[in-house]
């Protein structure tokens, strides 16, 4: 009975992710693993009743996978995850060498911590060096035959990144301004933080095409000011895009910082006034480390949906610009190659489950701890 | 039970020639409309265990946020240390304040919680260590040092919070309802320990409470505090046996008090105040005449079975009892109506009481038991 009622309790979720991501991903997977043809759908039927399971097992390629460089990709993934570790490993035991047994300042932090990355990253490029000796033939797997997808994601990672750092720039602000105002404002600035997404996504993106074009109402304001000569060229640029993402991703990032400083004690910042800080190393010595959760949180809100972003890079980006998120559009839409479009998404999810499981461990310590 | 310093001589405010450490001169501070503090004038002397007394909104945290420098009076000057401190910044202040949260760094250890004051006075990494294990050692918290706030006790997050406050040696401690969050049992202990501290650091302690037992074990001194006004400052016995006001007197532990009028005889002075009640006989030797108030605690008052001879005696019935282990309260109703709270203590066994509900009986108290209140 009681086993009956867990069950029942535990499925519907276990259902939910079986429908809506298990059976999708196991589609685009198996489309990965075919060969593309000219023909409705898209791709060779792999399985073929009258050669049976094993005919498939062995005709399977990965041949879509090493078009799009999924080797380098992979290789570079655990490059870096590799450094991580190595970080966390080195930067404890050497910041307390620096420090001793309290937390040292800033400036022992910093040291100790490029000291961990350079330590890292000798240790990362000696073990590669170390492999290639070793295994020659392991350069095959690495081997790009076509540059295109391979700089889409590291290209679609710089950009995810960077606009994550100017949203976190921009919304931390936001947030702190948000949870100092007075108690009776709070709900309506959260109103306001919430109210764009009473919109459709895509019109205000697209509406941004209105205010960033050469004649858009920005270049038209700046030049009635005096401000520029020459319209600026901001459409169809990266800026554009990094425009577009810190504008949409704005709350994602803004709602978890403004929940955990607005749990923060006001007697803490008070505290620590009482005991010889000023407002700024106040700011910094209690306010920051204590908004980590949702500075972490709030990133990986921004950093996750960045990475694969299409429609801003579409709508505002240019030809230059390059996501993969819109190679992959490209792909399936306009080359019609469902076997290679279904590899790049399979990699590009397997990219996203590193911030999406650190994210998930995030949100498991700040239960833990109670924040 | 101890209620006064060691040194039981030390009486610095009774001596005018005494500089105070600090010294509220016509001090208001209004909020808006609201007056928090009602020019206020008080000093407190060094070395002393000042109490703030008072029930919630009467403007005692305000009087400590002043100190500390969160809130600037609105008029008036308050002077530290022979310093007007009104343009001194709260972190420039000599001064460290124990919050009644406690507002422990919750993302700091202990030892971290108690070295960050001394790390902001820019001080030497080995003195701030030594100063550190000094402060856990006075506190008792060794075993504690490298855990962090949330894996502890309430009781030793109260002591963190004590060692960081006073880490920096600072001229005044500012302690805000410092033990409101323990259980009784454990307040009782810490109440002593507060005292044993103030007493081997020589720091001059200022805490705010709204609870009158804490306040009357600690503190050398209690201001009970009204509306923004000081009611009256001075020793917890003083307080207790010679309140100025019915106010403290109904605030300060548990009172009777009857309305009556006063007249002078050779005694002293005798109150008639009820109805086919005899006068009350007291040798109060104050000048007050006409309307005013005795006012009488319920320990100096003996309950018996018959009628004893005493300056005062009072006839009733006994209503109700309230037996508490040690002590009964006994409520006696008079003809007039009155209720009249009378305590004794239960040093015979309960089965062997004369009296019991509804059982006529004789109040007695003599003519220097109760005091003469105008107001």
């Known amino acids: 009975m009681n086993i009956l009622r867990r069950t029942a309790l535990i499925l519907p979720p276990y259902l939910w992710l079986l429908m809506l991501f298990l059976i999708p991903f196991a589609i685009v997977f198996k489309i990965s693993l075919s060969e593309y043809a000219l023909a409705i759908p898209r791709y060779m039927p792999q399985y073929d009743p009258e050669t049976g399971i094993w005919h498939l097992i062995t005709q399977l390629s990965f041949e879509n996978y090493r078009l799009i460089g999924a080797g380098a990709v992979i290789a570079v993934l655990s490059g870096i995850a590799l450094l991580a570790a190595l970080i966390f490993l080195f930067y404890p035991r050497l910041r307390s060498a620096f420090s001793g047994e309290t937390d040292g300042s800033l400036s022992d932090r910093l040291a100790a911590f490029l000291l961990g990355l350079a330590a890292a990253a000798v240790l990362v490029i000696l073990g590669t060096i170390a492999l290639s000796w070793f295994f020659p033939s392991l350069s095959g797997f690495v081997e790009l035959q076509d540059h295109l997808y391979y700089t889409a994601y590291l290209s679609s990672l710089k950009i995810a990144l960077f606009s994550t750092c100017l949203t976190l720039a921009v919304g931390f602000p936001f ?9 009776q404002y709070r709900p309506m600035l959260m109103m306001l933080v919430i109210l764009p997404f009473w919109t459709s996504f895509l019109i205000r993106v697209y509406a941004w095409r209105g205010i960033l074009s050469q004649t858009g109402y920005l270049n038209q304001i700046l030049m009635a000011l005096g401000i520029i000569d020459e319209p600026l060229v901001i459409l169809n640029t990266n800026i554009a895009v990094y425009i577009g993402i810190v504008y949409t991703y704005l709350p994602f990032m803004v709602l ?32 920051v480390p204590l908004s980590r959760p949702g500075v972490i949180a709030g990133c990986f809100l921004v950093f996750i949906p960045a990475l694969g972003e299409y429609v801003i890079p579409e709508l505002l980006g240019g030809s230059n610009t390059l996501m993969i998120g819109k190679v992959l559009v490209e792909e399936f839409e306009k080359n019609g190659d469902w076997p290679v479009a279904s590899a790049v998404a399979v990699i590009l999810l397997l990219i996203l489950i590193i911030p999406i499981v650190l994210f998930q461990r995030n949100q498991q310590k700040n239960q833990e701890a109670g924040l | 039970m101890n209620t006064q310093t060691i040194d039981s001589n030390f009486a610095p405010w009774e001596n005018a020639e005494e500089t105070p450490l600090i010294d509220f001169q016509n001090v208001t501070k209004r909020f808006g409309e609201f007056t928090a503090i009602d020019n206020l004038n008080l000093k407190i002397y060094e070395r002393e265990f000042f109490a703030l007394l008072g029930p919630s ?89 490298k855990r962090k706030p949330d894996q502890i006790s309430g009781g030793q997050r109260q002591r963190v919070a004590l060692a960081r406050a006073l880490a920096r040696a600072p001229k005044l401690l500012l302690l805000d309802e410092p033990l409101g969050a323990l259980d009784k049992k454990l307040r009782q202990e810490t109440q002593f320990e507060l005292m044993d501290i103030q007493e081997s650091t020589g720091t001059t302690f200022v805490i705010v409470t709204h609870d009158q037992e804490e306040a009357m074990t600690v503190a050398s001194r209690v201001a009970v505090m009204d509306h923004g006004k000081l009611v009256q400052v001075d020793t917890p016995d003083r307080i207790y046996e010679n309140p100025n006001s019915t106010y403290v007197a109904d605030f300060i532990g548990d009172v009777n008090i009857l309305k009556g009028h006063a007249s002078k005889t050779d005694a002293g002075c005798t109150i008639a105040w009820g109805e086919g009640q005899p006068e009350i006989n007291t ?37 109700d009892i309230a037996y508490l282990g040690n002590i009964s309260t006994y409520y006696v109703k008079l003809a007039t109506g009155e209720v009249i709270k009378a305590q004794a203590a239960n040093n015979r066994r309960i089965s062997r009481r004369s009296f019991t509900w509804e059982d006529e009986v004789y109040l007695s108290f003599t003519d220097t038991a109760g005091v003469v209140l105008a107001q």
Not at chain 2, 293 to 301: C, D
């Open chain 2, 283 to 319: 040798s109060c030797g104050t000048e007050l005449r006409g309307a005013v108030h005795y006012a009488i605690r319920p320990e100096k008052i003996a309950v018996s079975a018959d009628k004893p001879d005493a300056a005062n005696v009072l006839k009733g019935t006994v209503l």
């Open chain 1, 175 to 183: 947030a702190w301004a948000m949870a100092r105002s007075p108690a």
């Open chain 1, 256 to 287: 978890p910082i403004y929940a955990t400083l607005e749990k923060l004690d006001e007697s803490l910042n008070e505290a620590a006034i009482d005991l010889g800080c000023t407002r700024t190393s106040a700011f910094w010595l209690v306010t």
């Open chain 2, 57 to 145: 909104g009467c403007g005692k945290t305000t009087l400590m946020r002043m100190l500390a420098g969160f809130e600037n009076p609105t008029e008036g000057t308050i002077i530290l240390d022979g310093q007007d401190i009104a343009p001194v910044p709260p972190n420039k202040r000599s001064t460290n304040m124990m919050f009644q949260s406690y507002a422990l760094f919750p993302h700091l250890s202990v030892a971290d919680n108690i070295a960050f004051g001394l790390k902001r006075d820019g001080m030497a990494k080995g003195d701030v260590d030594a100063r550190v294990d000094e402060m856990i050692r006075l506190v008792q918290l060794g075993k504690f040092a």
